[in-house]
């Protein structure tokens, strides 16, 4: 899933929780899970018989159980022994050196075909993907599904986060149903790969992004498992453009939302699956609405929508049992698979136009609409009640487990902050972690190979504080950000990224100050909030006496602020440091963010 509804506030209290050791043994720890809805589908003739001999781990353990990394290539290496469709194309190692790969599945021949890249297992708790990818290929590769590769080649990567996937246990997904064996929602570096797109920290990332553009997908899975609230649906997911809303590649989007969901909805609804939108609902009060937000781009979607790939969420329900959902899965990536054969070059003709916009501007961060963007007449809810919880002692949802139809508003967001888009960033040969990052995402730019000076517009930062530590960061709030032409000179090895490119939504959404996953939000500039020189009190009082008695406009304004602030009138340094900041020996750099806007355009 992509949203808590509910998250403890570990850092302070982390210290005050007992180890599970010190409950008494008589307690049954077995999650108390809402009632299971009762489901049968088409979808479970997929399901091998147990004397098949190609029969999956899963499938073998009646999908109680989830194989391990070494079990799950153990069977790939025997399908792509046993077929010549299929291939392994390692991509990467994992930060505790594990070996990435997906399995490439694909018809021999000259022409180039669109490819799906589905991704299992990025939250590997969620790993519903894997499963269901071991059944499609080995269907694809030995049970007459091969048509499916006549106009499209399947890369399948059944365990991205990898490390996290061997960190197994019972425990790990407490609203979860199975498998037994529940991988960890981080990697072995405690970071969050569905947080990482933008920000590429992790090897994991590093690897996928160079996948992405090697292979330069017509769709991209994302394949998940969501908990929050409950609902009828076992298979729901997204996409920016869902309903027409937040697209920035609107090509992609519409071809997405007119021509994908509905085949998608309706291949599921056939397999006897109950299909919905990615539902991120209200934990306290289920009934006030759902929510249809914009992703940013540490998200695969809002990633995909900047780069230019059409790029789906899938979230399966947790409360659903592990058999059904990777069934659900199943059906989910096997018509993914014929949409991409079959509308190939439509989804080109999409990615083409995106790729060729030149928007204007960019909607950096969005508030929430003043009414509901539209109302579900028919949402396939499930019965609640509240009671009031000894333990919490505040009032708690009960689900009930009853099917009910609802009228469910769906809430949305409207553009908050836009940014017109320079013609171009300048990026200062002293940043090169920054240079790097660029140069990972196939940003185009040019370097420098002599000094140049030239006015830019420069940005000061107004207030910046830190937040909660967050994904290995200490992230900035910042108050304000002051916009000056200022005289720069970039030293030769500096890059000028002109946001005249296909990637230039996804420049701006990286360099611009204010965009929320900008590497300046993430803090990748920690040097600039330190002022480094000082000014003795001999020299800045007398020099501060001599600007009151020259500049009386000055006077007054110090006046003023001495009246106002008690606090800064009772502060010495304070006082001098007014002073320090009206003159020329101040640090011009503190809180100057390096990265330069190229205004005419
Ligand atoms: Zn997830």
Request: proline residues 9%; hydrophobic residues 45%.
């Amino acid at each position: 899933m992509r949203h808590f509804a509910f998250m403890l506030a570990a850092v302070a209290a982390a210290a005050a929780i007992p180890a599970a050791a010190a409950i008494p043994a008589a307690v049954d720890l077995t999650a108390p899970l809402p009632p299971l809805l009762p489901w049968h589908g088409a979808s479970e003739r997929l399901i091998a018989s147990p004397a098949d001999p190609w029969i999956t781990p899963a499938e073998a353990r009646n999908f109680d159980a989830t194989p391990s990394y070494a079990e799950t290539r153990a069977y790939i290496d025997r399908l792509v022994a046993a077929s010549p469709l299929l291939s392994i194309e390692p991509f990467g190692r994992t930060a505790q050196g594990r070996e990435l790969y997906a399995v490439r599945a694909a018809k021999p021949g000259a022409a180039r075909k669109p490819v799906l890249l589905a991704q299992a297992g990025i939250h590997s708790g969620e790993i519903d993907g894997k499963d269901a990818g071991l059944m499609l290929l080995r269907d694809i590769a030995l049970r007459g599904k091969d048509r499916l590769l006549d106009h499209a080649d399947l890369l399948f990567v059944p365990i991205f986060n990898a490390d996290g996937h061997e960190r197994t246990s019972r425990y790990n997904r407490p609203n979860q149903r199975g498998p037994a064996n529940q991988g960890w929602r981080t990697t072995a570096q405690n970071l969050n790969l569905n947080r990482d797109y933008l920000k590429a920290d992790t090897p994991e990332m590093r690897a996928m992004i160079g996948l992405l553009r090697k292979y330069r997908p017509a769709l991209y899975l994302d394949l998940h498992v969501t908990d929050g609230t409950d609902y009828q649906y076992d298979i729901t997911f997204a996409f920016p453009g869902w309903a027409g809303y937040y697209a920035h590649s609107p090509n992609i989007g519409r071809w997405l939302d007119r021509t994908y969901r509905p085949a998608v909805t309706a291949a599921l609804a056939r397999a006897g699956h109950v299909p919905g939108m990615y539902i991120d609902g209200n934990a306290e009060n289920p009934d006030l609405g759902i929510n249809l937000n914009a992703d940013t781009p540490r998200f695969s979607t809002g990633y995909g929508d900047l780069a230019r790939i059409p790029t789906v969420l899938l979230e399966t329900h947790s409360l659903k049992p592990y058999r059904q959902r990777v069934l659900g899965t199943y059906v989910f990536i096997e018509e993914s698979l014929r949409l991409v054969g079959g509308e190939g070059a439509r989804i080109a003709a999409a990615i083409a136009a995106d790729s060729a916009d030149r928007p204007r501007t960019e909607v950096l961060t969005w508030k929430a609409a003043p009414r509901p963007l539209y109302v579900i007449p028919d949402f396939k809810g499930v019965t609640h009640k509240t009671y009031r919880s000894p333990a919490s002692g505040r009032m708690e949802v009960r689900w009930l487990g009853k099917p009910v139809t609802q009228r469910m508003p769906v809430l949305g967001q409207v553009p908050d902050r836009i940014a017109t888009l320079p013609a171009a960033w300048w990026v200062p040969v002293t940043k090169p972690d920054v240079i790097a990052l660029l140069r990972l995402h196939g940003i185009a730019f040019e370097t420098l190979a002599a000094p140049r000076t030239l006015t830019l517009d420069m940005v000061r930062l107004q207030s910046p504080e830190a937040k909660a530590p967050d994904e290995g960061h200490i992230p900035l709030k910042i108050a304000g950000f002051v916009h000056a032409g200022r005289e720069e000179t970039f030293p030769a090895g500096s890059v000028r990224v002109p946001s005249d490119q296909p990637l230039g939504l996804l420049a701006a959404a990286m360099l611009e100050p204010e965009s929320p996953d900008s590497l300046l939000a993430w803090n990748f500039f920690p040097e600039i909030l330190q002022r480094t020189e000082y000014i003795e009190g001999y020299v800045i009082a007398p020099l501060a006496e001599r600007m009151l008695a020259a500049d009386p406009a000055l006077k007054r304004e110090f006046e003023a602020k001495l009246k106002a602030d008690a606090k800064f009138a009772a502060d010495p340094e304070a006082r001098l440091g007014w002073f320090y900041e009206r003159t020329p020996y101040y640090d011009a750099r503190f809180l100057l963010y390096p990265i330069g806007r190229e205004l005419n355009r």
